[in-house]
């Protein structure tokens, strides 16, 4: 079953702000479309559980926090960073 995956306005701003900070900038893309293709097949097995429905993923160069609606098979991602 597909989740659909949706990226806070606020994660999009921090996304794009990681991109231009970065050196890499493929490196940046294919991380995020990486992660857009995980989360929509079986989210809430990605990465490590945090409080409530809440998880934290790493795929190079980017850490993302994001929240699975099992009801509703949605993901949001509610925060991202480079590491």
Known sequence: MNYRV???KSAKRLLAAVWL???????????ANRIDLRLQKNPAQLGESREDSRRIYFDWPLGIDFEVNEQE?????LSVWAY
Do not use: L, N
């Open 6 to 8: 949706i990226w806070r």
């Open 73 to 77: 098979k949605k993901v949001i991602v």
């Open 21 to 31: 900070a970065s050196e890499d900038r493929r490196a940046v893309t294919a991380a």
